[in-house]
């Protein structure tokens, strides 16, 4: 789903870049994260600055998709040099099965009304042994989050044990799981 103008707001800020700069990408490289020759989709890319960071570990290609055309035309506009297109993560149909080596996601399921779809279709276009890297806020930090800032999350099902549990169902295999104040970052492979 679209965000909200102050979540949109937010996730154009400097904190959120020095987040994802010096806490998430961090965090991710010691569970794994490597892109050296690989093919990478990122869900849910934002305005692109994270195709920004994850560019520094040379994948073979990169495709970032973002169901808002605003954030879209923003990560053009500041990162003409990647390839990024309108797309909800819950129709991945122009990737092929067993297409990509490594999917990333930071903080995005938690919008997405039918976020197991989105699951279904990660799960399809990896690669046998390919890894998904993955962060997302506790269901109830997002309710206590949304009292205090008013960011208006829609109102999902998501929760971890939900996500852990639809992984598994999926034959996804949680490597690594950690928790943190705002997320709770994994590494999980197919
Ligand atoms: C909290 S923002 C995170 C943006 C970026 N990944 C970052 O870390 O700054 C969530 C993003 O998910 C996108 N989004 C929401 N529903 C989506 C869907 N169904 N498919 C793909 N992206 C979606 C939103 O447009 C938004 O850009």
């Known amino acids: 789903m679209k965000l909200s103008s102050p979540e949109f707001r937010a996730m154009q800020s400097l904190p959120r870049k ?11 490289q010691r569970m794994g994260l490597d892109l050296r020759d690989k093919d990478v989709l990122e869900i849910g890319c934002g305005s692109g600055y994270g195709a920004y960071l994850l560019s520094s570990l040379e994948p073979k290609s990169y495709i970032g998709l973002d169901v808002m055309e605003e954030q879209i035309a923003l990560a053009q506009k500041q990162f003409s040099q990647f390839q ?12 092929a099965n067993a297409s990509k080596d490594v999917v990333i996601i930071f903080g995005v ?17 990896l690669k046998p042994g390919g890894s998904l890297f993955l962060e997302e806020p506790r269901g109830v930090d997002i309710k206590i989050f949304d009292a205090f800032f008013r960011w208006g999350h829609p109102d999902t099902d998501f929760g971890l044990n939900a996500l852990d549990a639809h992984l598994t169902q999926r034959g996804l295999v949680i490597q690594t799981k950690q928790w943190t104040p705002l997320l709770t970052m994994y590494h999980i492979t197919k």
Do not use: C, N, T
């Not at 020095?18 to 991710?28: T, V």
């Not at 976020?115 to 279904?120: G, M, Q, S, T, V």
């Open 18 to 28: 020095l987040g994802q700069r010096y806490f998430e990408m961090p965090m991710f």
């Open 84 to 95: 990024f297109i309108v797309q909800g993560a819950e129709d991945l149909s122009q990737f």
């Open 109 to 125: 399921l938690h919008h997405i009304p039918d976020w197991r779809k989105a699951i279904d279709e990660i799960a399809r276009v």
